[in-house]
């Protein structure tokens, strides 16, 4: 009998309680590797398109709700290491209902330079320059026509509520992209016209800048250019954009790390409390063992490899259950987006949970492990189980 | 609604649950095991006792933690309206910060009728502008939106139940005076009274602090209505306005009247419900505090199993001599989930203690309506305990059911044997 077979063998000699063990190490480990792949799509940046890192984000120093002049546009043009400046302007509006399955993101903003800013969205060139010709157009994410069974085409009402404007667009193109945005942009002029109020400004800038070298020196360029303006601008880094909007719900990386520490103390918790039991059954096995002239480590192994075997078999289980929660989360009707990018983060997070279950087997294990195979012989043969 | 033969059974299932524990724990007190039984025996394993509450008390942790947040979260928002303040908007518009009507209107809403009267005999209306300004943060890690408030006197007026003044006096009108709430003055340098704080076209003096009493405003700066509109350029308007009903009833019909009047083109609800609705943010915390305590739930509740197995295994022989001295299988299984209770039980208090010491601790979210900080504490409530309770006790219960039911179902003989 090879030890392998032996830790096996044990390991499955009380099988519900194996069982149990593996389950109540899985549930732990599901939350923690769940946890783990949202935390990389919030804050990893290896998923994030090459142009992100080129391009900036100017908006109103004091808050996106503040606007800032569309004269600004041509200035930030004119520093140097700036290729593009986009206008973007937040519609917010109602479309159907306020129900939160029928809010996405909409935008006004420039068609002439859309796609040469945000180059990782692809659109078939007809569509392009159809937009382009139609003030009223639109062109959308081809997964959010999707789940709203749009077609090119089809018309699009979108009441206004910051801009007290119904919007009546025709969708003329559908864009593709890695990460689908499942978001709908439209000509700013359209809302400019109707909207005294929204003439000669806009929500903020996406700032295209030459090559990723120059985006700090750009990026205090242009807030130096506008500092004493009367509008002042605040210019960051697409990423840390978004991670402002993150930012807002509160501190979520301090939630993320309580919640998978709880969950790993518990997976400590539980394997101990296994072996401990287990271990203390068969002290008398134990000091057999010991006649038959295994050595202490041969013990000390025999009973962590159990251990570590059970919690990474409970591991495993965990982190394909947590697979399946993010293949779940990516049909949710909202924040879809950040589990597709979770998803793919999976792969990364799944093999250090794996890694922690099998640490919390060992660290759990050793200190009975160590007792057991420290127990005189004597001892362990009087020992009353 | 889909969900509701689901919600209907699962409360026929917890009727028939606690219908079958009365039962049971009449039975109990007359013929059952004593109850010293299962709590000495905890006691003489005081090893794997503690370790099987430990495991339920971090799972009750992590619920009580989010529930926690939740309770804090809830109170500065909801506890903020006062269901006699009728909040006017520009129709359509879906928060203060992005309304905006002419000062014409502001004539016919005061002769409306409903409305309470001012310490001066005029009706006590308050047209109002919010706006965000920036503030650095007093240890200088970066900048946060702050809500700064434009009121009239009597916006003081209609919310002096919610805010009190607790050091120096309001802003006068006409002067470029602000208050501060605590928690500004906590958080920002330069908000002492006599200081000048620095915001939007210059210096600002500050006359005195407020308590909002965990509402809402104790994330704002308040001060004129006519300095805020000449600051940022928004002469002859207003953002919105507040108008305070006589009673519940003028309030709704305030509410309706504002929100038909097809001249004026506004929209009226009471600040309740404008403060209920944006605490949808909370939601996500919910789900996702649902979706941690559930899973944690279900690996302890399989730990609590695990547990019970290996104690009733110790004591098979102690079962059957039970058995044999005439207690009944119905005893036995009352007692082993009691004593599975227990150890949950065990486990929700050492949870309960260690997450004491983060009562209070504040943490802020942001409005994702106006985009400027909100302010809260976390709050250990009645609520919060008497669910991480319920919580621990229904996972002993369900890990206890199985072991407790394997061990009175034993053969007496067979288990004497062992």
Known sequence: MTLARFVRKNAFRNKRRTLLTMLSIAFPLLLLSFLMSI????????????????????????????????????????????????????????YKDAKPENFFARFGTDPDEFFDVYTELSIPKDQGEAWKKDRAGCIADAELAKKYGWKIGDRIVLTGDIYPITLELTLRGLFTAQIPNNSLYFNEKYVEEGVPFAKGVAGFYAILVDSPQNVNRVSHDIDAAFANAPEPTRTETEKAFGLSFLAMLGNIKAFILIISSAAVFTILLVTGNTMAMSIRERTREVAVLKTLGFTRGTILGLFVGEAVAIAAVGGVLGTL????????????????????????????????????????????????????????????????? | MSHVPFVIAILILVLALVVWICWEIV???????????????????KRLTLMTALGIALTVTTTV????????????????????????????STSELTGGFTKDKMPILRQLPGIATDSHGQPMV?????????????????????????????????????????????????????VVSRSIHDRFSHTNVGDMIDFGKGAWKVTGIFDGGGSAYDSEIWTDINQVANQFNRQGAVGNAYLRATDALAADSLKHRVADDQQLQLDGMLETEYYDKQTANGGGIRLMGFIV????AIGSIFAAANTMYAAVAYRSREIATLRVMGFRRGSIVTSFIFESMLLALLGAAIGIVLMLPFNGMSTST?????????????????????????????????????????AARREILAALRD
């Open chain 1, 39 to 94: 935390w990389r799509a919030f804050y990893g940046d290896d998923l994030r398109s090459e142009q992100s890192n080129q391009r900036l984000i100017t908006r109103h120093k004091v808050s996106l709700t503040n606007l800032i002049p569309s004269s600004y546009r041509d200035k930030i043009r004119h520093i140097p290491g700036v290729t593009r400046a986009l206008p973007m302007n937040w519609f917010g509006g109602v």
């Open chain 1, 321 to 385: 259950i947590a697979l399946l929660f993010l293949s779940g989360g990516t049909h949710a009707p909202q924040g879809a987006n950040l589990f597709v990018i979770a998803l793919r983060e999976w792969k990364f997070t799944a093999p250090a949970a794996w890694g922690v279950a099998i640490l919390a087997g060992f660290l759990s294990s050793a200190i009975p492990a160590y007792g057991a195979s420290r127990t005189g012989i004597v001892d362990g043969l009087r020992h009353i189980g």
């Open chain 2, 27 to 45: 039975r109990f007190i007359r013929f059952g095991v004593p109850f010293s039984y299962n709590v000495r025996n905890m006691i003489l394993r």
């Open chain 2, 65 to 92: 933690f989010l529930m926690m947040l939740l309770a804090g979260m809830r109170k500065a928002f909801v506890s903020s309206g006062d269901p006699l303040n009728v909040l006017v908007l520009r129709k359509g």
């Open chain 2, 126 to 178: 308050s047209g109002e502008w919010v706006v965000v300004v920036v503030l650095p943060h007093r240890d200088g890690t970066g900048e946060v939106n702050v809500t700064l408030r434009g009121m009239e006197q009597d916006g003081l007026e209609l919310r002096n139940k919610k805010a009190k003044l607790v050091e120096g006096s309001w802003f006068a009108s006409g002067q470029r005076e602000v």
């Open chain 2, 293 to 296: 305590g559930l899973t944690m």
């Open chain 2, 366 to 406: 942001s409005n994702q309506v106006t985009f400027s900080e909100v302010e809260f504490s976390m709050r250990i409530t009645l609520q919060v305990v008497i669910t991480a309770v319920v919580f621990a006790v229904a996972m002993g219960l369900i890990g206890g059911v199985a072991p407790a039911w394997g």
